[in-house]
């Protein structure tokens, strides 16, 4: 069992950044993978980015490409997703997500386990 706290969210204007964090618990939460999901309000829960539980392979969704960052310190059993050059489209709840270990980056929500509350993310323009 894996316990995922998220932090850092907040409201920013567009152009803007924030650093979200996720600290998990648990039995050995240090080897999971973990992702970074969004829901923004009257639609569907999306993929934003993933990285396995060495952080040697990480993947992000198209629409965050070049602007989100994911990475994580197992030191600190926290995964950190560095969003910068925000826009009102990045609103949204963003939720941490946490799956048993493996070798590749998984993008589906069928693919994760545990799931944190969620912290809110609001870009003004």
């Known amino acids: 069992q894996v316990q995922l706290v998220e932090s850092g969210g907040g409201q920013v204007q567009a152009g803007g950044s924030l650093r979200l964090s996720c600290a998990a618990s648990?039995?050995?939460?240090?080897?999971?993978?973990l992702g970074w999901f969004r829901q923004a309000p009257g639609k569907e829960r999306e993929f934003v980015a993933a990285i396995t539980w060495r952080g040697g392979t990480t993947y992000n969704a198209d629409s965050v490409k070049g602007r989100f960052t994911i990475s994580r310190d197992n030191a600190k059993n926290t995964v950190y997703l560095q969003m910068n050059s925000l826009n009102p489209e990045d609103t949204a709840v963003y939720y941490c997500a946490g799956r048993t270990a493996s070798l590749r980056a998984f993008t589906s929500i069928d693919d994760y386990n545990y799931w944190g509350q969620g912290t809110q993310v609001t870009v003004s323009s």
């Open positions: 648990g039995r050995a939460s240090s080897t999971y993978n």
